[in-house]
């Protein structure tokens, strides 16, 4: 035996986390982008979400490149009826915003194939209902791609299992792009259908948007410190 090679339990420890990554052997710099992309822009979209009330009243284009919020492109498309933004600049925003990173989930089906399982399959159940995916046509696949953006459907699932199992990505894209700029056309069309009666509602959204902010970031510290308390008192 090599005296160089680690025990058992040492390489486990060096390792923890080995068994849920989505890859196989070491990750090259693409794994580690994708990996921040999944993972780690949702979490910064969380962080900014104490910021969401002010920014859905005084800066909804702003948030709808941030995360094509449908929110925020209804917001927007009820400034473009009262003539506060182009109606050409919220149709953009809301669709560059919702279709900005999606190709990154379709490569990450793509490059890490069954490894996507552990991202999201906790236990032998689960992983049976993802693999089941592996078996829809492809024309829904494409269908299921273009209504991805509907609220209630797994959108990152969907391009996930798009790309996992080697949709093209010309195929992906289409149905992407496509259901981007529908859903973004709903969005604007109705919040410029909306107008001044959103606008108004929107200026008491900012009436008190402020107090909503403080709320949210004091709820946040509330909640850490309850259960960071019940965990010690848990660990006593």
């Not at 910021?51 to 009820?78: H, S, Y």
């Not at 809301?94 to 991202?119: H, S, Y």
């Not at 999201?120 to 829904?140: G, H, T």
Request: with cysteine; net charge positive.
């Amino acid at each position: 035996m090599s005296e160089n090679r680690l025990p058992d339990d040492e390489a486990g420890r060096e390792h923890p986390w080995a068994a849920l990554k989505p890859w196989e052997g070491k990750a090259k710099r693409l794994d580690k982008l994708l990996l921040f992309l999944i993972i780690g822009v949702p979490l910064v979209y969380l962080g900014l979400m104490p910021l969401r009330p002010w920014m859905l009243v005084n800066a909804p284009v702003l948030q709808e490149f941030i995360n094509g919020a449908k929110t925020a492109v209804v917001a927007a498309g009820a400034y473009a009826r009262v003539g506060e933004i182009p109606l050409w600049l919220v149709v953009v925003a809301g669709f560059v915003g919702m279709a900005k990173l999606d190709w990154a989930f379709w490569l990450a089906g793509r490059r890490w194939g069954d490894g996507v399982l552990r991202l999201f399959a906790q236990n032998e159940r689960q992983v049976k209902r993802v693999e089941s995916l592996k078996r829809i046509p492809n024309w829904a696949l494409f269908l299921m791609t273009i209504v991805a953006r509907c609220p209630g459907v797994p959108g990152t699932l969907v391009y996930l299992v798009a790309g996992w199992t080697r949709m093209r990505l010309s195929l992906f894209l289409i149905a992407d792009l496509l259901g981007c700029l529908v859903f973004t056309l709903i969005w604007t069309i109705l919040g410029y259908q909306l107008g001044e009666t959103a606008v108004d509602v929107l200026k008491v959204v900012d009436k008190y948007a402020l107090w909503l902010t403080l709320a949210i970031i004091v709820g946040i510290f509330v909640i850490t410190y309850i259960r960071e308390y019940r965990r010690q008192k848990n660990a006593q």
